[in-house]
C-alpha cells in the first residue's frame, strides 16, 4: 500500500479536510495516475452530505478526473507512462453479466464499483475518488483523452459530459428534432453543447435569468424562463425530446407536458426525494418518463473522440482544493459557470 493525501469529510455536516489514504500497489492491469485536475460534480455534494442516504465516511469524492500515468502493471497494454488519462464514475464492474458483455458497465447486474464511496469487489475496501494525489485504476476503466483538448476542461467530460451524450445517443437525437434541456449546470451546459453538435434544435429551460447570454453562446436556439408561465404555456407538445439535469425538487408535469405524443423526457438529474408524476402527464399522448444513468466505458471513450474531433469541453472555473466548501454552496445558489475544477497543484502535499 502506498499513502496518498485526499480531500475529505469524515461526517455529513463536517468540514472538509486533508486526510490520509491507503491506495494499493500497481497489479498487473493497474495504471496508477498523478491526479492533475478534479471536476466538481453535484453528486459530490449530494454523496459529501449523505443526501442520498448511502455515504460511506471518511469520504472523498471526484469521478472526474484527469491524470498523467506515472506507473502502468505488467499487463497494462492501453498506456504508458506519461499518457494523459481520465477516470469517470466507475473503476470496476462483474466484467461478466449480459449489460457488462454489451458494454454497459453502468448496468451491471452485480453493481459496478463507484470511484468513491464504492466497495471494492476484491475486498480491498471502499474507493475514494479524485480529491487526491493519485489513483489506481485497472486499465479497462481508464479513458484515453484526445490530444487536441485542454486537459483542465475535459476533466468534467467524465461525468457532465458522459451522463448527457449517453441519452442523447440513445433516444437518437440529431437533426431535425426539438429538444430541451432544463437546467444549466454541469450537466446542462454538456447537454445543450452536445446536442447542438449533434443537430439538434436546442431550447434551455432555465430558472436563471442571468444565463439566457451564456445558453445561446453554448448552443441554444431557445431560451426559456422556466418561472415564466405564459413562456411554458407557449412550448406545451412541441418537443421530441427533453433531458432534465435538475438536482433538486422541481414540478416535473410542466415538462412532461412540453413532449409530443410518443416522445420522452429523461431524467438524469438526482435529488434525493421522489419527483411526484401524475398519471396524466403521461396518459396522454403517449408520453414516456425514463431516466439514465452516466454512461459506459466505450461510449465514454466515444463521446471524448467526438468532443476532440468537434473540439467540445466544458466550461470551466478553475478552483484551489481549499475552496471546495465555497466551491459547494456557489452550485447549491446556481452560480456556476459552468463546472468547477479543481487544480489539483493546490492540493496539500502533507497533513497539517
Ligand atoms: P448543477 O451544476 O448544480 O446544475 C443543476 C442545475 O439545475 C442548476 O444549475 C439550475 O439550473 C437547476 N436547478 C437547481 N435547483 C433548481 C430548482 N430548485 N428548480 C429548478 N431548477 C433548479 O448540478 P450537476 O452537476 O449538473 O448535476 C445535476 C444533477 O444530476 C445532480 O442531481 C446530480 O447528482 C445528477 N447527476 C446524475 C447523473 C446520472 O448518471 N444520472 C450523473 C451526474 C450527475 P438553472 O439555473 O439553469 O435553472
Ligand atoms: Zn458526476
Ligand atoms: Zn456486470
Redesign the pocket.
Known amino acids: 500500500m502506498l499513502t496518498c493525501i485526499g480531500y475529505g469529510t469524515t461526517g455529513a455536516d463536517h468540514p472538509f479536510a486533508p486526510l490520509s489514504l491507503q491506495r494499493r500497489e500497481t497489479g498487473a492491469e493497474d495504471v496508477r495516475i498523478h491526479i492533475l485536475y478534479c471536476g466538481v460534480?453535484?453528486?459530490?455534494i449530494h454523496t459529501a452530505r449523505n443526501e442520498w442516504r448511502s455515504t460511506i465516511y471518511p469520504c472523498v469524492p471526484g469521478?472526474?478526473i484527469i491524470g498523467r500515468v506515472v506507473e502502468v502493471g505488467s499487463a497494462v497494454t492501453r498506456f504508458k507512462v506519461g499518457d494523459h488519462v481520465g477516470v469517470g464514475?466507475m473503476v470496476d464492474s462483474c466484467r461478466q453479466c449480459s449489460s457488462c458483455q454489451q458494454g454497459l458497465e453502468q448496468y451491471c447486474e452485480n453493481g459496478f464499483v463507484d470511484t468513491y464511496n464504492g466497495q471494492d469487489k476484491h475486498g480491498r475496501g471502499v474507493t475514494y475518488g479524485g480529491y487526491s494525489q493519485n489513483i489506481v485504476v485497472d486499465q479497462a476503466f481508464v479513458l484515453h483523452i484526445p490530444k487536441t483538448l485542454d486537459l483542465a476542461a475535459t476533466a468534467p467530460l467524465l461525468?457532465?459530459g458522459i451522463?448527457t451524450w449517453s441519452p442523447l445517443r440513445r433516444w437518437k437525437v440529431g437533426a431535425g428534432m426539438r429538444v430541451g434541456i432544463v437546467g444549466l449546470g454541469g450537466l446542462g451546459h454538456m447537454g445543450v453543447k452536445l446536442a447542438y453538435a449533434l443537430g439538434a434544435e436546442v431550447v434551455l429551460f432555465t430558472t436563471s435569468a442571468n444565463k439566457k447570454a451564456d445558453a445561446k453562446r453554448l448552443g441554444a436556439h431557445e431560451v426559456v424562463l422556466s418561472t415564466n408561465a405564459q413562456a411554458m404555456a407557449k412550448e406545451q407538445g412541441r418537443f421530441d425530446f427533453i433531458l432534465d439535469t435538475v438536482s433538486a425538487q422541481h414540478d416535473i408535469n410542466t415538462y412532461l407536458g412540453l413532449l409530443k405524443r410518443d416522445a420522452t423526457l429523461v431524467q438524469v438529474g438526482a435529488p434525493g426525494e421522489p419527483l411526484p408524476v401524475a398519471a396524466f402527464s403521461l396518459i396522454f399522448k403517449r408520453r414516456n418518463f425514463a431516466g439514465s444513468l452516466i454512461g459506459g466505458i466505450a461510449e465514454t471513450q466515444e463521446m471524448l473522440d467526438f468532443c476532440g474531433q468537434h473540439g467540445i469541453t466544458a466550461d470551466i472555473e478553475m478552483i484551489r482544493m481549499e475552496d471546495i466548501e465555497s466551491a459547494y454552496d456557489r452550485i447549491l445558489r446556481s452560480d456556476v459557470k459552468y463546472r468547477f475544477v479543481i487544480d489539483m497543484k493546490t492540493m496539500p502535499t502533507a497533513l497539517s
Open positions: 460534480c453535484h453528486s459530490d469521478h472526474e464514475c461525468c457532465a451522463t
